[in-house]
């Protein structure tokens, strides 16, 4: 009998320790998919890019609404899409800036790719554009040398 008490106490902690791995490790992974995906539909590249594509409804295959350089735009090529798609009631990341320019005619996967394209490229160009500002500021005050210019051998570092 103790054998078997040993074997089923044994049995009820290991289930525990996995138990509590497997919690640990879902805690985790929710905490790097709210890092790494701050709005719906996007996913950030290795390579630091934001790109955002949609499952196209009834089907498996996916729509792909291009890469951008900022989390925003890549959401709002999402939210374009997904608008044409499920209509008013779709889920949105902002739903506050989705206004109709003007219907599309036609609901293809090709005219709602390249309607999100295009918004997601204006947005990617304002929120870049409002970004190199402040960069440019700091770069233009910092003397920027010549680099097609030989260097004057009273001011070299060689000395």
């Known amino acids: 009998m103790e054998g078997e008490y040993t074997c089923s106490s ?13 919690k640990k490790r879902q805690h985790e ?13 996007i996913r950030m590249r290795k390579w630091g890019k934001w790109v955002a594509e949609i499952r196209e ?22 939210d374009t899409a997904v608008f044409y ?12 800036l989705v206004f ?15 309607k999100a394209t295009e918004v997601g490229a204006k947005v990617d160009a304002l929120q870049t554009a409002l970004r190199s500002p402040s960069s440019q500021s ?7 040398p010549d680099l097609n210019e030989y260097p004057d051998p009273e001011n070299s570092d060689d000395n």
């Not at 992974?29 to 539909?41: A, C, T």
């Not at 295959?61 to 925003?72: A, K």
């Not at 109709?100 to 090709?110: I, R």
Request: charged residues 25%.
């Open 10 to 22: 044994s049995s009820s902690s290991s289930t525990t320790t996995s138990l509590e791995k497997r």
């Open 57 to 78: 409804p009834n089907k498996r295959t996916r729509i792909w609404l291009g890469s951008y350089t900022t989390p925003v735009a890549a959401a709002r090529a999402y």
């Open 85 to 96: 798609l499920r209509g008013p009631s779709a889920r949105l990341n902002f739903p506050e």
């Open 100 to 114: 109709q320019e003007g219907q599309l005619h036609d609901m293809s996967s090709a005219s709602i790719r390249k």
């Open 138 to 144: 700091k770069v233009g005050s910092q003397v920027k």
């Open 29 to 41: 992974h929710d905490d790097h998919n709210n890092q790494e995906k701050p709005y719906r539909g």
